[in-house]
């Protein structure tokens, strides 16, 4: 990967020669111990707390973006239901990188590293909280995405890991019937409509709505507080690198 070595090389002439040290042991044949519901990751970058659930105020960064969500709740909660009500065709079946599911509907306000300008007429108070709380101050993860996330009855996520544990999942509970939960590395717990739960989603997790009604949150993937400037540079550039080689193949 010669570009990436040549931005990396970039990056240690700016932050200094030793500011990438995990990004290149994490990428290091044969890797380093991690927590047995983190198997399935790809990526575990070292230092990174082994934390399955997070305080979503523990950070005042991301403290910020929560009060936000949380203080908008009903606008957000209001327009969603409108767009779903007169506006069901903008919403597409999630794809994850395991799967597809015609039973996990999606929104989007921010995917590939960019706003949705398309979602404005449909979510504002969404996309203006999501644009100045969380894509301003970079605080978003712009290798994924923010969308709301809609289970509908009867529907469950199965258990699996994400990618990597560089980046956490900020839930906003925006419309929650009953019975539904999230399990996050064995302890499960509710949403709790109008709040927020935030998680390591590199931790084995599964999800499931056995309501009468859909479930919805907004979901927001954030940098993991414990990751620095210069390493979330190079991490955008290796996984960027890492999707351009998996495209031509």
């Not at 990174?48 to 936000?68: E, T």
């Not at 301003?136 to 996520?157: K, M, N, Q, V, W």
Request: proline share 6%.
């Amino acid at each position: 990967m010669q570009p990436t070595y040549e931005q990396f090389a970039a990056i240690r002439e700016e932050f200094g020669s030793d500011s990438l040290a995990r990004v290149e042991e994490m990428m290091a044949p044969g890797g380093r111990p991690r927590h047995p519901l983190q198997a399935g990751a790809k990526w575990i970058l070292p230092g990174i707390s082994q934390q399955p659930w997070h305080d979503p105020r523990s950070d005042p960064a991301i403290a910020s973006l929560v009060d936000a969500l949380e203080n908008a709740h009903g606008a957000i909660r209001s327009e969603h239901e409108r767009a779903w009500q007169t506006r069901r065709t903008a919403f597409s079946d999630y794809e994850h990188y395991l799967t597809r599911q015609d039973d996990w509907q999606s929104l989007y306000i921010y995917q590939d590293g960019q706003l949705r300008t398309e979602s404005v007429d449909l979510a504002p108070t969404a996309y203006s909280v999501i644009r100045d709380f969380a894509v301003a101050d970079g605080l978003i993860c712009s290798l994924l995405e923010s969308h709301f996330s809609t289970l509908l009855p009867g529907s469950r996520i199965a258990p699996h890991s994400d990618l990597w544990n560089f980046s956490i999942n900020l839930h906003f509970a925006v419309d929650i019937p009953d019975d539904c939960d999230i399990t996050v590395a064995g302890e499960t717990r509710m949403w709790e409509e109008g709040h927020c739960l935030l998680f390591d989603y590199s931790f084995e997790h599964h999800a499931e709505n056995r309501g009468e009604r859909p479930r919805t949150c907004l979901l927001v993937d954030l940098w993991h507080p414990e990751t620095t400037a210069p390493e979330r540079r190079a991490l955008t550039v290796l996984v960027t690198e890492v999707r351009k080689l998996l495209a031509d193949m």
